[in-house]
């Protein structure tokens, strides 16, 4: 027997631990991929880890990625390290593998940020730099109450203000929309996709090729939290509904898919995303992938985290007693406490495992 909330993890550093520990147990090769840019809050190196199982010349891969949007590797970790504790690789079928990809982006897990090392949300950063970016007008439109000087009551008041009029223009989804979307114009702001690739988006690419190349079905489920209802793991396709790996998905997950385009998600349309780089990197292999979006708090809440822990990187103090506030409540919003949660969380994910299984089995 296993304990559920034994398997996650109140750091970066001891979530890694737990899955190399838990990853070699397991009968997994595994490679470490140094980020040379950053270090952890203590001090540590940053590293995307891979675990590979099963045959070498596996045809159907089942790949499970954890940290694309940092803190919520916590989500994704448990997640994964409860997959190896339960016997997962030893239940994987005849000729089929899994890829586990921990801490892709291992600076946001380890300071608590959604965010890498420059700032950039990796789930906008996988559009083509050399072409002209998506235009969000309605960021243009908030950044600055997104981004106020100091930190106060009555500045978080400004801010709610200038939220509260452009909802009622445009309507709630339309301000998470324009907070969310994505956004090139403003590098100190939040959900930023970078002017280029950053060492997550490269890295992740080697990966892909490297670990992949043999693999004719790539089954991916990448996990994020901050979206839904407390504790439901929402399946998201965000490709178009037109898409041969949209048809895919919805035969493999039926009724459960969400698709942002489709306006049937929680999440707002976004571009570039993190999967897309795995269809580009495999040509012959035919790429299923999903999020596994877990909700935590209401949307106003986690924006309002994500906006603190921004805020507080450009013009407050990370060590000061506001800084260990913010950065607690960040945390929280991504990674709820106590073990309810954390069960919800592995339950609908080894739900989700066994379809895409069964799915690549059948496709
Ligand atoms: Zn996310």
Redesign the pocket.
Known sequence: MFSVSQCFSESYAEARGKFCAAAADGGGALRSWLNPKALGPGGEKLCLDTAKFGPADAQNMLVLIAG??GV?GHCGSGAMISWLRSGGPAKLPKGTGALLIHALNPYGFAWTR?VTEDNVDL?RNFVDHDKAYPKNEGYLAIADAVLPKAWTEESKAETERTFAAYAQKHGAFGLQGAISGGQYTHPDGIFFGGHTSTWSNRTVRAVAREELSRARHVAIIDF???LGPFGHGELICAVSPGAKSFGRAKAWYGDELTSPEGGTSTSAVVVGIMTDAFPQELPDAQVTPIALEYGTYSVPEVLNAVRADNWLHHRGDVASELGRTLKADMKERFFPAGDKWRDMVWARADQTVGWALKGMAGG
Do not use: D
């Open positions: 694309t949007h919520e959604r789930n994020h939290t901050g």
